[in-house]
Protein backbone atom coordinates (compact mmCIF):
# COMPACT_ATOMS: atom_id res chain seq x y z
CA UNK A 1 0.00 0.00 0.00
CA UNK A 2 2.00 3.13 -1.21
CA UNK A 3 1.14 5.68 1.34
CA UNK A 4 1.41 9.55 -0.75
CA UNK A 5 1.95 12.14 1.65
CA UNK A 6 3.94 14.37 -1.06
CA UNK A 7 1.63 16.71 -2.04
CA UNK A 8 -2.92 17.16 -2.22
CA UNK A 9 -2.16 17.25 -6.12
CA UNK A 10 -1.72 13.07 -5.95
CA UNK A 11 -5.52 12.26 -6.03
CA UNK A 12 -6.90 10.32 -8.44
CA UNK A 13 -10.63 10.60 -8.97
CA UNK A 14 -13.35 8.57 -7.28
CA UNK A 15 -15.91 6.12 -8.96
CA UNK A 16 -18.75 9.35 -7.63
CA UNK A 17 -16.35 11.29 -9.79
CA UNK A 18 -15.68 9.51 -12.44
CA UNK A 19 -18.96 8.74 -13.03
CA UNK A 20 -19.88 12.44 -12.98
CA UNK A 21 -17.19 12.87 -15.76
CA UNK A 22 -18.57 9.96 -18.56
CA UNK A 23 -22.12 11.64 -17.86
CA UNK A 24 -21.30 15.02 -18.62
CA UNK A 25 -22.66 17.08 -21.38
CA UNK A 26 -19.88 19.06 -23.45
CA UNK A 27 -19.72 21.01 -26.37
CA UNK A 28 -16.97 23.38 -27.69
CA UNK A 29 -16.12 26.07 -24.95
CA UNK A 30 -14.41 28.33 -27.07
CA UNK A 31 -17.49 29.15 -28.73
CA UNK A 32 -19.66 28.98 -24.73
CA UNK A 33 -20.98 26.12 -25.55
CA UNK A 34 -19.62 23.49 -23.26
CA UNK A 35 -22.94 23.12 -20.57
CA UNK A 36 -20.54 21.27 -18.11
CA UNK A 37 -18.21 24.13 -18.23
CA UNK A 38 -20.97 26.85 -18.30
CA UNK A 39 -23.11 24.82 -15.54
CA UNK A 40 -19.22 24.89 -13.48
CA UNK A 41 -18.79 28.70 -13.65
CA UNK A 42 -21.90 29.42 -13.10
CA UNK A 43 -22.43 27.59 -10.12
CA UNK A 44 -18.92 28.74 -8.51
CA UNK A 45 -19.77 32.36 -9.44
CA UNK A 46 -22.96 32.26 -7.61
CA UNK A 47 -21.02 30.11 -4.64
CA UNK A 48 -18.76 33.00 -4.01
CA UNK A 49 -20.95 35.79 -4.88
CA UNK A 50 -19.16 36.66 -7.87
CA UNK A 51 -20.27 38.19 -11.51
CA UNK A 52 -18.83 35.45 -13.66
CA UNK A 53 -16.13 32.40 -13.26
CA UNK A 54 -13.57 31.16 -16.04
CA UNK A 55 -12.37 27.71 -15.92
CA UNK A 56 -8.32 27.44 -16.16
CA UNK A 57 -5.93 24.82 -16.86
CA UNK A 58 -4.26 25.19 -13.69
CA UNK A 59 -4.04 27.57 -10.26
CA UNK A 60 -0.87 29.21 -12.09
CA UNK A 61 -2.57 29.99 -14.80
CA UNK A 62 -5.78 31.36 -13.16
CA UNK A 63 -3.24 33.60 -11.16
CA UNK A 64 -1.38 34.43 -14.21
CA UNK A 65 -4.20 35.43 -16.12
CA UNK A 66 -5.26 37.53 -12.98
CA UNK A 67 -2.00 39.60 -12.49
CA UNK A 68 -2.17 40.19 -16.28
CA UNK A 69 -6.14 41.29 -16.12
CA UNK A 70 -5.04 43.73 -13.25
CA UNK A 71 -2.05 45.31 -14.48
CA UNK A 72 0.33 47.29 -17.12
CA UNK A 73 3.76 46.76 -18.22
CA UNK A 74 5.28 48.56 -15.30
CA UNK A 75 3.26 48.31 -12.44
CA UNK A 76 4.26 46.96 -9.24
CA UNK A 77 2.71 43.67 -7.37
CA UNK A 78 2.70 43.59 -3.68
CA UNK A 79 3.29 40.52 -1.71
CA UNK A 80 4.54 37.76 0.38
CA UNK A 81 7.92 36.66 -0.44
CA UNK A 82 6.86 33.27 -0.18
CA UNK A 83 3.71 33.35 -1.94
CA UNK A 84 3.29 30.94 -4.78
CA UNK A 85 2.38 33.76 -7.20
CA UNK A 86 6.02 34.58 -7.02
CA UNK A 87 8.19 31.52 -5.67
CA UNK A 88 6.40 29.00 -7.55
CA UNK A 89 5.31 30.22 -11.27
CA UNK A 90 8.02 30.78 -13.21
CA UNK A 91 8.71 34.50 -12.96
CA UNK A 92 5.53 34.82 -14.76
CA UNK A 93 4.53 38.35 -13.21
CA UNK A 94 7.82 39.69 -15.34
CA UNK A 95 7.04 37.09 -18.24
CA UNK A 96 3.72 37.80 -18.71
CA UNK A 97 2.50 41.06 -17.30
CA UNK A 98 6.15 43.17 -17.25
CA UNK A 99 5.64 44.04 -13.44
CA UNK A 100 8.07 44.33 -10.67
CA UNK A 101 7.03 42.52 -7.46
CA UNK A 102 7.24 44.22 -4.04
CA UNK A 103 7.84 41.37 -1.37
CA UNK A 104 7.07 41.37 1.86
CA UNK A 105 8.61 38.67 4.99
CA UNK A 106 5.16 37.83 6.43
CA UNK A 107 4.33 35.83 9.52
CA UNK A 108 4.49 32.03 7.41
CA UNK A 109 3.70 33.86 4.56
CA UNK A 110 0.85 36.19 5.55
CA UNK A 111 1.50 39.84 5.28
CA UNK A 112 0.06 42.66 7.25
CA UNK A 113 -1.82 45.65 6.84
CA UNK A 114 0.70 47.56 7.85
CA UNK A 115 3.25 46.39 5.52
CA UNK A 116 1.18 46.80 2.87
CA UNK A 117 0.65 50.36 3.11
CA UNK A 118 4.10 51.35 4.22
CA UNK A 119 4.74 49.78 0.52
CA UNK A 120 2.84 51.49 -1.84
CA UNK A 121 4.74 53.46 -3.54
CA UNK A 122 3.35 57.68 -4.07
CA UNK A 123 1.42 57.61 -7.24
CA UNK A 124 2.75 61.08 -7.94
CA UNK A 125 6.35 60.46 -7.93
CA UNK A 126 7.61 59.45 -11.13
CA UNK A 127 10.52 57.40 -10.44
CA UNK A 128 8.94 54.62 -8.25
CA UNK A 129 6.80 51.72 -10.10
CA UNK A 130 3.44 52.10 -9.77
CA UNK A 131 1.91 50.26 -7.05
CA UNK A 132 -1.31 48.55 -8.67
CA UNK A 133 -2.37 45.20 -7.00
CA UNK A 134 -1.93 43.15 -3.63
CA UNK A 135 -2.11 39.61 -3.92
CA UNK A 136 -2.59 37.28 -0.54
CA UNK A 137 -2.82 33.93 -0.70
CA UNK A 138 -5.04 31.91 1.90
CA UNK A 139 -4.33 28.87 3.14
CA UNK A 140 -0.96 29.85 2.67
CA UNK A 141 1.24 26.87 0.98
CA UNK A 142 5.23 28.00 1.87
CA UNK A 143 3.57 28.92 5.45
CA UNK A 144 2.76 25.40 6.06
CA UNK A 145 -1.29 25.83 5.41
CA UNK A 146 -1.63 29.06 7.67
CA UNK A 147 -4.93 30.72 7.47
CA UNK A 148 -5.44 34.89 7.49
CA UNK A 149 -7.27 35.86 10.71
CA UNK A 150 -10.32 37.70 8.28
CA UNK A 151 -10.19 41.48 10.06
CA UNK A 152 -6.75 41.37 8.81
CA UNK A 153 -8.24 40.83 4.92
CA UNK A 154 -10.55 43.41 5.69
CA UNK A 155 -8.47 46.00 6.90
CA UNK A 156 -5.73 45.42 3.71
CA UNK A 157 -8.73 45.58 1.39
CA UNK A 158 -9.43 49.17 2.74
CA UNK A 159 -6.01 49.88 2.07
CA UNK A 160 -6.23 48.73 -1.15
CA UNK A 161 -9.82 51.00 -2.00
CA UNK A 162 -8.24 53.89 -0.24
CA UNK A 163 -5.27 53.56 -2.53
CA UNK A 164 -6.93 52.30 -5.47
CA UNK A 165 -5.12 49.16 -5.91
CA UNK A 166 -6.58 45.83 -7.26
CA UNK A 167 -7.15 43.18 -4.52
CA UNK A 168 -6.10 39.10 -5.46
CA UNK A 169 -6.42 36.35 -3.61
CA UNK A 170 -4.57 33.16 -4.64
CA UNK A 171 -7.20 30.74 -3.24
CA UNK A 172 -5.55 27.42 -4.40
CA UNK A 173 -6.57 25.93 -0.69
CA UNK A 174 -9.57 28.57 0.08
CA UNK A 175 -11.38 25.78 0.76
CA UNK A 176 -9.22 24.54 3.51
CA UNK A 177 -9.25 27.86 5.04
CA UNK A 178 -13.00 28.09 4.89
CA UNK A 179 -13.95 24.50 6.43
CA UNK A 180 -11.58 25.65 9.13
CA UNK A 181 -12.81 28.83 9.84
CA UNK A 182 -16.79 28.83 9.06
CA UNK A 183 -16.59 31.74 6.88
CA UNK A 184 -18.47 31.62 3.56
CA UNK A 185 -17.18 31.39 0.24
CA UNK A 186 -19.45 34.68 -0.58
CA UNK A 187 -17.26 36.19 2.33
CA UNK A 188 -14.11 36.20 0.23
CA UNK A 189 -15.99 36.74 -2.63
CA UNK A 190 -17.09 40.11 -1.10
CA UNK A 191 -13.63 41.24 -0.17
CA UNK A 192 -11.37 40.47 -3.52
CA UNK A 193 -11.58 42.00 -7.07
CA UNK A 194 -10.29 38.10 -7.99
CA UNK A 195 -9.99 35.25 -6.70
CA UNK A 196 -8.61 31.65 -7.79
CA UNK A 197 -9.30 28.44 -6.51
CA UNK A 198 -7.80 25.16 -7.07
CA UNK A 199 -10.14 21.83 -7.80
CA UNK A 200 -7.19 19.68 -8.48
CA UNK A 201 -5.45 20.06 -4.83
CA UNK A 202 -7.54 19.17 -1.48
CA UNK A 203 -11.12 19.10 -3.37
CA UNK A 204 -9.43 15.82 -5.66
CA UNK A 205 -10.37 16.73 -9.14
CA UNK A 206 -7.85 15.74 -11.66
CA UNK A 207 -7.30 18.91 -13.60
CA UNK A 208 -8.65 22.74 -13.58
CA UNK A 209 -9.03 25.81 -11.51
CA UNK A 210 -11.35 28.56 -11.57
CA UNK A 211 -11.12 32.20 -11.45
CA UNK A 212 -13.65 34.84 -10.16
CA UNK A 213 -14.24 38.41 -10.50
CA UNK A 214 -17.10 40.87 -12.47
CA UNK A 215 -18.56 40.19 -15.80
CA UNK A 216 -15.82 42.68 -17.53
CA UNK A 217 -13.00 41.30 -15.27
CA UNK A 218 -13.81 37.85 -16.51
CA UNK A 219 -14.19 39.10 -20.04
CA UNK A 220 -10.87 40.34 -20.25
CA UNK A 221 -9.38 37.38 -18.27
CA UNK A 222 -11.37 35.50 -21.19
CA UNK A 223 -9.51 37.07 -24.02
CA UNK A 224 -6.04 36.24 -21.89
CA UNK A 225 -6.57 32.87 -20.95
CA UNK A 226 -7.27 32.05 -25.01
CA UNK A 227 -3.48 34.36 -25.30
CA UNK A 228 -2.18 32.31 -23.01
CA UNK A 229 -3.27 29.42 -24.79
CA UNK A 230 -6.02 28.08 -22.39
CA UNK A 231 -8.95 28.11 -24.21
CA UNK A 232 -10.08 24.59 -24.07
CA UNK A 233 -12.53 22.57 -26.45
CA UNK A 234 -14.78 20.04 -24.58
CA UNK A 235 -13.48 20.12 -21.43
CA UNK A 236 -16.21 19.62 -20.12
CA UNK A 237 -15.27 16.25 -18.72
CA UNK A 238 -12.79 18.35 -16.80
CA UNK A 239 -15.49 20.57 -15.34
CA UNK A 240 -17.70 17.83 -14.60
CA UNK A 241 -15.22 16.65 -12.31
CA UNK A 242 -14.68 20.16 -10.86
CA UNK A 243 -18.53 20.55 -10.08
CA UNK A 244 -18.26 16.71 -8.29
CA UNK A 245 -15.68 18.08 -6.09
CA UNK A 246 -17.46 21.34 -5.35
CA UNK A 247 -20.49 19.27 -4.06
CA UNK A 248 -18.87 16.36 -2.55
CA UNK A 249 -15.34 17.32 -1.61
CA UNK A 250 -15.25 20.31 0.50
CA UNK A 251 -16.87 19.16 4.08
CA UNK A 252 -14.45 16.45 4.36
CA UNK A 253 -11.59 18.77 3.53
CA UNK A 254 -11.80 18.57 7.88
CA UNK A 255 -10.89 14.63 7.86
CA UNK A 256 -7.57 15.61 5.98
CA UNK A 257 -7.13 18.50 8.87
CA UNK A 258 -8.07 16.32 11.48
CA UNK A 259 -5.43 13.41 10.08
CA UNK A 260 -2.63 16.14 9.87
CA UNK A 261 -3.16 16.85 13.49
CA UNK A 262 -2.53 13.05 14.18
CA UNK A 263 -0.18 13.21 12.43
CA UNK A 264 1.31 15.56 14.20
CA UNK A 265 0.97 13.75 17.49
CA UNK A 266 2.85 10.92 15.78
CA UNK A 267 6.16 13.27 14.86
CA UNK A 268 5.49 14.87 18.84
CA UNK A 269 7.26 11.20 19.87
CA UNK A 270 9.76 11.17 17.19
CA UNK A 271 12.93 11.94 18.99
CA UNK A 272 14.64 12.90 15.80
CA UNK A 273 11.80 15.59 15.17
CA UNK A 274 12.91 18.91 17.04
CA UNK A 275 9.95 21.19 15.86
CA UNK A 276 6.86 21.19 14.26
CA UNK A 277 5.13 24.11 12.28
CA UNK A 278 1.52 24.90 13.78
CA UNK A 279 -1.08 22.68 11.74
CA UNK A 280 -3.90 24.48 10.58
CA UNK A 281 -4.77 22.63 7.49
CA UNK A 282 -4.02 19.28 5.64
CA UNK A 283 -0.03 20.27 5.46
CA UNK A 284 2.40 19.50 8.41
CA UNK A 285 6.07 20.62 8.29
CA UNK A 286 8.70 19.80 10.92
CA UNK A 287 12.14 19.87 11.68
CA UNK A 288 15.25 17.01 11.90
CA UNK A 289 17.95 17.09 14.11
CA UNK A 290 21.54 16.84 12.81
CA UNK A 291 21.84 13.01 13.17
CA UNK A 292 18.82 12.69 10.40
CA UNK A 293 19.11 14.37 7.36
CA UNK A 294 15.66 14.83 5.13
CA UNK A 295 17.07 12.80 2.08
CA UNK A 296 17.84 9.95 4.52
CA UNK A 297 14.41 10.11 6.53
CA UNK A 298 12.99 10.62 2.98
CA UNK A 299 14.86 7.53 1.42
CA UNK A 300 14.04 5.64 4.75
CA UNK A 301 10.48 5.68 4.27
CA UNK A 302 10.57 5.29 0.72
CA UNK A 303 11.55 1.47 1.52
CA UNK A 304 8.28 1.16 3.35
CA UNK A 305 6.32 2.99 0.04
CA UNK A 306 5.75 5.87 2.16
CA UNK A 307 6.58 9.64 0.09
CA UNK A 308 6.74 12.74 1.16
CA UNK A 309 8.90 15.80 -0.04
CA UNK A 310 12.07 17.92 1.50
CA UNK A 311 11.42 21.31 2.02
CA UNK A 312 15.03 21.88 2.93
CA UNK A 313 18.35 19.66 4.22
CA UNK A 314 16.45 19.49 7.91
CA UNK A 315 12.77 20.07 6.93
CA UNK A 316 10.19 17.72 5.61
CA UNK A 317 6.80 18.11 4.37
CA UNK A 318 3.77 15.56 4.69
CA UNK A 319 0.28 16.88 3.13
CA UNK A 320 -2.85 14.64 4.08
CA UNK A 321 -5.96 14.64 0.90
CA UNK A 322 -8.25 12.63 -0.16
CA UNK A 323 -6.33 9.16 -1.00
CA UNK A 324 -5.07 9.52 2.64
CA UNK A 325 -7.27 6.86 4.71
CA UNK A 326 -6.64 6.04 8.93
CA UNK A 327 -5.28 2.89 7.87
CA UNK A 328 -2.54 4.52 6.16
CA UNK A 329 -2.33 6.70 9.61
CA UNK A 330 -1.79 3.39 11.36
CA UNK A 331 1.18 2.23 9.02
CA UNK A 332 2.74 5.36 9.43
CA UNK A 333 2.67 5.46 12.96
CA UNK A 334 4.55 2.17 13.36
CA UNK A 335 7.16 2.69 10.57
CA UNK A 336 7.65 5.91 11.89
CA UNK A 337 8.49 4.30 15.47
CA UNK A 338 10.57 2.08 14.01
CA UNK A 339 13.10 4.02 11.74
C1 LIG B 1 -0.81 24.63 -6.19
C2 LIG B 1 -0.94 26.08 -6.01
C3 LIG B 1 -1.27 26.92 -7.08
C4 LIG B 1 -1.50 26.45 -8.49
O1 LIG B 1 -0.76 25.41 -8.88
P1 LIG B 1 -0.98 24.60 -10.23
O2 LIG B 1 -0.10 23.43 -10.01
O3 LIG B 1 -0.55 25.48 -11.33
O4 LIG B 1 -2.43 24.24 -10.34
C5 LIG B 1 -1.42 28.25 -6.82
N1 LIG B 1 -1.27 28.74 -5.59
C6 LIG B 1 -0.97 27.97 -4.54
C7 LIG B 1 -0.88 28.57 -3.19
C8 LIG B 1 -0.79 26.61 -4.71
O5 LIG B 1 -0.48 25.86 -3.65
Do not use: W
Not at 36 to 60: M, V
Amino acid sequence: MMIDLRSDTVTRPTPGMLDAMMHAKVGDDVFGEDPAINDLENYAAGLFNKEAALFCTSGTQANQIAVKAHTQPGDEVILDRLAHIYYYEGGGVAFHSGCSVCLLEGDRGRITTRQVSEHINPADDPHRPLSRLVCIENTMNKGGGAIYDFDELIAIQHVCRENGLKYHLDGARLFNAIVETGRKPAEFGNLFDSISICLSKGLGAPVGSLLLGDKDFILKARRIRKVFGGGMRQAGFLAAAGKYALLNHVDRLREDHRRARQIGDMLKKLPFVTDIVPIDTNMIFFHLDDSVPSDTFLAKLREKDIHALALSPQVVRFVTHLDITDTMLETLDKELKTL
